[in-house]
C-alpha cells in the first residue's frame, strides 16, 4: 500500500469545537497535485493508495470524482482528523481457473427455433466444420482478390513528356501573373532558401528529418522540390505524401495544384476513405497514414494472396519518395507504418524517407532512424502576446480602457523582436556601465525603446540585466524606474546572480532593501489570483465555460475590429453548444457582421473548407474547432486564439481492459502549437482559459496513440504483414512500443473472434477479417451479416461505430426527457430495445424523409 509522501496536498482539519469549521475552496495546486498522484498511481504496479489525513471535505470530495473520472474506486475511512482516503485500482471479475468471466449471450426459444430450421434445412459440410475450428488456411488464401488500384503506380513518362511538363509550367507562370505572384511568396517562404539543401541531402541519404517552425511552409514546398529536382533530371518518380487527417490530405493537394496552375487530379492527387483524385499519371499523391500503412502491410511475404502479394510489391518499387508529415503528432497509423519502412528500407535501395515534424523532440525520431541528417529551417511567426485565465478575468472585470491597446502600448508585443544591431548596442551600453561607470548610453536606450524585452534584455555573453547593472552600482532611482516598467527580479546572470544578489554582493543596502521588498510584494496574492481562487471555486476546471468564451469573445470584437478568431474546444458536443450559444446570442446573431464556422474531422470535405474563404469587408469569421487546427490546417487570416486547454483523447487502461474516450488537458507542446496561429499573418494575442500554474504543470508531449488505446487492428495487420512474426516482438520496434498488457489483450481478443490461433497463427478467417479497413470486431460483424443476409443494417451499424454518437442529449431537462422517450420508440420499432436497432431505425427513418423531399 502506497501513501502520500508529501503533505502538500490538504490542510489540517481545524479541531472540533464551538464554532463549525470555515468551508474552504480548491486551489488550483491542489487540483493539479491530487491529478498527479492519481496519474502515477494509475502507471504503477500498486493495487492501493491512501492520501494522507489532512484533506479537507472538499478536497476528499475532488479526490472521489477524480477517481470516478478515472476508473478508479475510492472509499473513505476513519473519523475526525483520522480520515483517509484510499484509492483501489478495478478488477476483472475472474473464474475459478483465473479467466475473465464473460458476458453470456443467450437466444431466445423462437431464435433457436429459427437457427435450427436453418441448420436442418441447410446442414453444413465436412469442411465447412473443418473450417469453422480455429485452424490454419489450409493454402486456400489466395481466394481473397485485391482490387488494383493504379494511383500507387509510378507514372509511365518518357524524357520527352518530362520535358514538355517542365515546359509547361514555366509557361503558365509566364502567362499568369497570379501564379508569378505565388511564385514569388513560395520563394520568399524560410524554407525557400533550402531547396539545394533538401535535395542534395534526399539524393545522399535514405533517410532525412526535416524539422521546421510553423509557417516555414515545409509541408507545400519540400515536395515539389522534389518533383522539381527529379523531372530536372529528366526522370520520372512517385512522391507519396502523407498526412494524419483527411482534410489536410485534401487540403494541401489543393495548395499545390493551385501553385502549379493546374486542377487536382493531374499531376497532384489524393486519396482517403471514400474519396480519390488522380491515378497513375499524379506523379504527387497525398493520402492519409491508414492509406499508406494498408498498401506497406499487403505487400506482406506469407501467404497473403499470391497475385495480390506481388501487385503491391510492385507498388511499393515504384514508390520514389515517401514524406511523412506531421510526425510529432504520434498517431497510432504513423509509429506502426515508420516502424514497417524502417525495416523494409534496406530491400529498397532506390526509396528515399522524408520525415517532416515541428521543432518537437527531432532528435528522437532521428536516433530511431541510426541518426539521420536534420535540417533544420526556422519559421516566421508575428509576435503573440500570452493571456492566461487569470489574466482573462481581470480584463473581463475592467470595462475602462481597450485591453488591446494596452497591450501594445507595453511593448510586449511591438517590440519583443530586438534587431541584432539593437542588442550589439546593449551589449555595448552594459559593458560601459560596469567598466566605466557611464550609464547614458543605456539608460538611452530604455528610454528610447521601453518595453519588456529591453527592461529585462540579457547581455549575450554575461546574461547581465539592466536591473543587475543599477543594482550593482547603488542606482535607487534607476532601480525604481525599472521595477515599475516591470522588469523580472528572477532573472539570473550566467554566475547564478539575481538582481539581489548583485546589491548584496557590494553592500548597497538600499539598493538591496527595495529590491526585497519588491519580491514580497510580488509574491503577496494579487487581485488576478483573488479572481481566480472566486473563479474556479465556482466552475469545473474539466469542463468548458461557453459563459466565459462568448464574454471574451464580445470584449475582443468590441476592442478591435478586424482579424479572424479561432477558438480551440474538445470536441463536437462542445462545438455545438459553443455554435447555438452565438447564433443565440443578440450580439452575434447577425450573419453580416459574424460567419460562424465548426471545424471538425467528421465534417464534410466540402464544409471543411469554408474555413479557408476570407469573410467580406466588415464581416468577421470565428472558427470552433478541434485540435484538427493546430497543425493539420493553417488558417491565414487568424489574429486571436482562444486555447480551452483540453482535447478528446482515447485513453485505455489495459489492466483492467477498458477503454474510453474522454476531455482531458492538452501538453505544453500543443499549446505552443495553438498560440503560434495567431500569428501567421500579424502579431496577434493567445487567450488560454487555464491558469499559468496550470500551464506550467502539463505534460511536455502527449502520449503516443499507440500506447493509450486497444491494438487490436495493429496486432492483425502485423500478422498480415509476416505471418511468421510475433505480434509482440515486431510492436517492440516501434518508437514507443504498447505495454505487454496492452498487446497480449488484443491478442485474446482476436483468439476469440477467430483471427488467431491460440498459437498466435492467422487463420483464413483471419486475412478476410483484416482485408477490410475496420476494426476486426466489426469486420466480422459484416461477415457474419452476409452470411445470415443483414449485410445492408449491418453496414449502417459499421457506419455508425466510425462515427460520433447520432443521439445527442439536450441541456434541458424536459428536453431531454423527450429524446429519451424519441431514442426508446426508435429502438423499438424493430422489436427490441438495442442502442445499435435504435442506429438501424433513425437511419432508415432518414432515408425515408429523403424520398420523400
Not at 185 to 193: D, F, H, Q, T
Not at 489 to 513: I, M, Q
Not at 558 to 580: E, H, M, V, Y
Amino acid at each position: 500500500m502506497a501513501t502520500e509522501a508529501s503533505g502538500g496536498v490538504g490542510k489540517k482539519r481545524q479541531k472540533k469545537g464551538k464554532n463549525p469549521q470555515k468551508v474552504t475552496t480548491i486551489t488550483e495546486s491542489t487540483r493539479i497535485h491530487v491529478n498527479q498522484i492519481l496519474e502515477q498511481f494509475c502507471k504503477s504496479d500498486d493495487e492501493e493508495y491512501t492520501f494522507e489525513a489532512n484533506l479537507t471535505n472538499r478536497e476528499r470530495a475532488a479526490v472521489h470524482m477524480l477517481c470516478r473520472k478515472m476508473g478508479l474506486r475510492s472509499k473513505s475511512s476513519g473519523r475526525g482528523d483520522h480520515r483517509q482516503v484510499s484509492v483501489y485500482k478495478t478488477k476483472k471479475e475472474v473464474g475459478k481457473e483465473g479467466k475473465e468471466n464473460l458476458v453470456s449471450f443467450r437466444f431466445s426459444a423462437e431464435a433457436k427455433d429459427v437457427l435450427q430450421d436453418l441448420f436442418s434445412r441447410y446442414p453444413p459440410d465436412d469442411g465447412e466444420m473443418a473450417e469453422s475450428k480455429f485452424g490454419e488456411s489450409f493454402g486456400r488464401t489466395d481466394k481473397v482478390q485485391a482490387r488494383r488500384d493504379d494511383i500507387f503506380c509510378k507514372p509511365a513518362l518518357t524524357k520527352y513528356e518530362i520535358a514538355r511538363k517542365v515546359e509547361s509550367l514555366a509557361s503558365r507562370i509566364e502567362k499568369s501573373p497570379n501564379l508569378r505572384q505565388i511564385t514569388e511568396e513560395r520563394s520568399k517562404l524560410p524554407i525557400g532558401s533550402f531547396r539545394d539543401v533538401v535535395t542534395s541531402t534526399i539524393d545522399s541519404h535514405q533517410v532525412v528529418l526535416i524539422s521546421g517552425e510553423t509557417g516555414c511552409g515545409k509541408t507545400t514546398q519540400v515536395p515539389q522540390f522534389l518533383l522539381d529536382h527529379v523531372w530536372g533530371k529528366g526522370e520520372t518518380c512517385k512522391i507519396v505524401c502523407t498526412q494524419p487527417r483527411r482534410i489536410s490530405a485534401t487540403s494541401v493537394a489543393e495548395r499545390i495544384a493551385t501553385e502549379r496552375g493546374e486542377y487536382v487530379g493531374d499531376t497532384v492527387g489524393y486519396k482517403i476513405r471514400l474519396e480519390t483524385k488522380g491515378g497513375r499519371h499524379s506523379s504527387l499523391l497525398f493520402c492519409t497514414n491508414g492509406i499508406l500503412l494498408r498498401v506497406l502491410v499487403s505487400k506482406g511475404n506469407g501467404g497473403l494472396r499470391t497475385g495480390a502479394s506481388e501487385k503491391m510489391e510492385n507498388y511499393v518499387s515504384d514508390i520514389t519518395h515517401i514524406i511523412v508529415d506531421e510526425i510529432h503528432e504520434r498517431d497510432r497509423y504513423s509509429d506502426f507504418m515508420l516502424a514497417i519502412i524502417r525495416d523494409m528500407l534496406p530491400s529498397y535501395p532506390h526509396l528515399r524517407l522524408v520525415l517532416m515534424s515541428a521543432t518537437i523532440d527531432a532528435e528522437r525520431f532521428s536516433d530511431y532512424f541510426g541518426g539521420c541528417p536534420i535540417i533544420r529551417v526556422p519559421g516566421f511567426t508575428y509576435p503573440v502576446k500570452s493571456f492566461y485565465l487569470e489574466d482573462v478575468l481581470s480584463v473581463l472585470r475592467s470595462t475602462e480602457n481597450n485591453h488591446l491597446k494596452c497591450t501594445s502600448d507595453d511593448g510586449t508585443m511591438e517590440d519583443s523582436i530586438l534587431t541584432e544591431d539593437y542588442k550589439v548596442a546593449l551589449d555595448e551600453a552594459v559593458d560601459l556601465a560596469l567598466s566605466n561607470d557611464e550609464f547614458d548610453p543605456l539608460l538611452d536606450l530604455i528610454s528610447s525603446e521601453g518595453g519588456r524585452k529591453i527592461f529585462n534584455y540579457q547581455h549575450s555573453i554575461t546574461g547581465v540585466t539592466p536591473l543587475m547593472v543599477f543594482a550593482g552600482k547603488g542606482r535607487v532611482g534607476d532601480i525604481c524606474m525599472l521595477l515599475s516598467f516591470g522588469a523580472d527580479c528572477s532573472l539570473k546572470a550566467n554566475d547564478g546572480n539575481t538582481a539581489l544578489d548583485w546589491a548584496e554582493r557590494f553592500n548597497h543596502g538600499e539598493a538591496a532593501e527595495i529590491i526585497k521588498k519588491h519580491i514580497e510584494k510580488t509574491f503577496s496574492q494579487t487581485e488576478e489570483e483573488k479572481l481566480l481562487d472566486k473563479y474556479l471555486s465556482t466552475v469545473d476546471p474539466e469542463l468548458i465555460d461557453h459563459v466565459l468564451i462568448e464574454k471574451l469573445l464580445r470584449r475582443i470584437c468590441t476592442d478591435s475590429k478586424d482579424g479572424a478568431i479561432l477558438i480551440f474546444l474538445p470536441g463536437w458536443d462542445d462545438i455545438n453548444k459553443a455554435r447555438d450559444r452565438l447564433q443565440a446570442s443578440p450580439f452575434f446573431k447577425d450573419s453580416s457582421k459574424f460567419v460562424i464556422i465548426s471545424l471538425h474531422s467528421m465534417i464534410p470535405s466540402v464544409e471543411q473548407k469554408k474555413v479557408f474563404r476570407p469573410c467580406p469587408r466588415g464581416c468577421r469569421k470565428i472558427v470552433l474547432s478541434t485540435n484538427i487546427a493546430e497543425t493539420s490546417v493553417t488558417i491565414e487570416d487568424v489574429v486571436y486564439v482562444i486555447d480551452s486547454g483540453r482535447m478528446k483523447e482515447k485513453s485505455y487502461d489495459p489492466y483492467n481492459n477498458v477503454s474510453t474516450l474522454h476531455s482531458s488537458w492538452i501538453s505544453k507542446a500543443s499549446a505552443k502549437q495553438r498560440e503560434g496561429r495567431a500569428g501567421r499573418c500579424q502579431p496577434g494575442i493567445c487567450y488560454h482559459l487555464y491558469s499559468k500554474l496550470r500551464a506550467a504543470s502539463l505534460p511536455d508531449f502527449q502520449v503516443p496513440e499507440i500506447k493509450r488505446i486497444p491494438i487490436e487492428e495493429l496486432c492483425l495487420q502485423v500478422k498480415l504483414l509476416d505471418p511468421t512474426c510475433k505480434i509482440e516482438h515486431f510492436l517492440q520496434k516501434t518508437l514507443d512500443p504498447p505495454v505487454y498488457e496492452t498487446i497480449r489483450n488484443a491478442i485474446t481478443v482476436l483468439q476469440e473472434i477467430g483471427a488467431l490461433t491460440l498459437d498466435e497463427k492467422l487463420t483464413e478467417l483471419g486475412e478476410r477479417i483484416g482485408s477490410l479497413p475496420v476494426h476486426p470486431l466489426t469486420s466480422k460483424m459484416l461477415l457474419i451479416a452476409i452470411l445470415l443476409n443483414c449485410l445492408d443494417p449491418a453496414l449502417t451499424l459499421a457506419c455508425a461505430s466510425d462515427y460520433r454518437n447520432p443521439f445527442t442529449l439536450p441541456t434541458l431537462p424536459h428536453e431531454k426527457k423527450r429524446a429519451v422517450a424519441a431514442k426508446s420508440e426508435l429502438a423499438s420499432l424493430n422489436g427490441g430495445l438495442g442502442d445499435q436497432l435504435a442506429v438501424i431505425a433513425a437511419f432508415r427513418g432518414m432515408e425515408n424523409c429523403k424520398g420523400k423531399g
